[in-house]
């Protein structure tokens, strides 16, 4: 991994290279470990190290931008003088105002290093307890470290360092399977054995599947399945781009409720359960915002160009530049309840609990309309225990109109890909159709 002295002098290299109105740069150097495993061996054990670099050259309101993956000095003045020479052929764009000043900021955090044998190690205790079962386990574990230094001729100049792992799980029978995941800053916090017997339990559990009929059930989604739905509206319509495009859900609706009264969804790069940097890709510190509050649709997420676009501030919510999607938040997280999952499943008198959903499509966006297939655990409750497995279904719903149907949501949350979310017990879930998965 490069040194921190190493991405400074680059950044400073860059800045230095041309004369420009504004200048912003950005690196992100990052090394990969990843060891794969299918019928319980391992197949794939592979480590990368990767540098991105971009820029952007401001001549007046004319912008020109480029990136590349591989830097060194005369790289990086060579890739100036490109960015100059297009923002010199652009036309003005009579929207952008400035690049954004603000504080340096400074995240360095305690690296710790994961080698292959350690990754193997967690293999090994996966496969014993699926061996355990007389079950077949697959999957992979990535580990990686991360720094990111973003810069600018405006001052700022904000520098990240941090470290990442996840372990994803699916164990199978002969007609079943369990998945579990878990995400964490150190890799020593995974409890790989944990994961491993909670995927044997949902293959155990989900053994000689049943068909139900299509319709609508009270449902339990587990976090991975909430996820997916975060995952889209995330996508649809957070963004200040989408928004004052008039393509976004919150369009128009700020102060109306959008979702039931049990529904607060914030972006917080501070919440103690994600896992990022507290700046964004353009520098600027990443603020706590509640997008939607206690079902009242409230805010959308900035970063400068839009926040100068409309006279706003920057919310800290940039991806690297240029870029088709505008601002994005990075860390949503669904405020929880005060229920247990068991209690919630107790309360059922029949439905389904549906562990995670799969090939997710989006089929109307103004309607939050999406459709998918379950997968890895799909389970008919009766009178508050789980009775049978049952055959995957597919789902259609309304990501809005599923959340104003949210009976309750659980105390725990997990983190799931960025996003930190309880389970919730719904009414009136719409499975539309059977899947042959």
Request: proline share 4%.
């Amino acid at each position: 991994m490069k040194t921190k002295e190493y991405i400074q002098n680059m950044a400073n290299a860059a800045l230095k290279s041309i004369e420009a109105d504004q200048i912003e740069t950005g690196i992100y150097n990052s090394e990969k470990g990843v060891t794969r495993f299918a019928n319980s061996i391992i197949h794939q054990n592979i480590a990368t190290e990767s540098t991105e670099f971009w820029a952007r050259v401001i001549l007046g309101k004319k912008i020109g931008g480029i990136s590349m993956s591989s830097i060194d000095e005369e790289r990086i003045a060579r890739g100036m003088r490109t960015a100059y020479e297009l923002a010199k052929h652009q036309k003005e764009d009579p929207n952008f105002k400035t690049l954004p000043g603000t504080e340096p900021v400074e995240q360095i955090e305690e690296i710790h290093p994961v080698s292959p044998d350690e990754r193997a190690c967690c293999v090994e205790k996966i496969v014993s307890v699926a061996k355990k079962h007389d079950l077949t386990a697959a999957g992979a574990i990535y580990t990686n470290q991360i720094m990111l230094e973003i810069a600018n001729s405006l001052g700022v100049k904000s520098l990240g360092k941090m470290e990442s792992s996840h372990v994803d799980v699916t164990i199978m029978s002969d007609n079943s399977s369990g998945f579990a995941t878990q995400y964490a800053k150190n890799f020593s916090n995974i409890d790989c054995e944990s994961l491993a017997e909670t995927a044997c339990e949902k293959a155990i559990l989900s053994k000689n599947p049943v068909e139900v009929p299509p319709g609508k059930y009270t449902v339990l989604l587990e976090p991975y399945a909430v996820a997916e739905f975060l995952r889209f509206l995330s996508y649809l319509g957070f963004g200040a781009r989408a928004y004052h495009e008039g393509r976004s859900f919150m369009s128009g609706k700020f102060g109306e409720k959008i979702t039931g009264d049990n529904i607060t969804i914030v972006d917080d790069a501070r919440h103690p359960e994600t896992i990022g940097f507290h700046f964004d890709y353009e520098g600027v510190p990443t603020n706590k915002l509640a997008l939607i509050e206690n079902g009242v649709a409230r805010n959308v997420v900035y970063d400068s160009y839009y926040a100068n676009k409309e006279g706003k501030k920057s919310t800290g919510h940039a991806i690297p530049q240029p870029n088709s999607y505008g601002p994005y938040p990075r860390n949503i997280a669904l405020m929880s309840g005060n229920s247990t999952r068991d209690e919630m499943l107790k309360s059922i008198d029949k439905g389904i609990l549906i562990t995670r959903f799969w090939y997710t499509r989006l089929v109307n966006p103004d309607k939050t309309l999406i459709t998918g297939m379950t997968r890895d655990g799909l389970f008919l409750v009766e009178n508050g225990k789980i009775t049978k497995g049952l055959k995957n279904m597919r789902y259609t719903a309304s990501i809005l109109e599923t959340l104003k149907n949210v009976l309750t949501l659980s105390k725990e949350c997990k983190l799931v890909n960025g996003l930190v979310v309880p389970s919730l017990l719904i009414k009136d879930f719409n499975f539309s159709g059977k899947t042959e998965y």
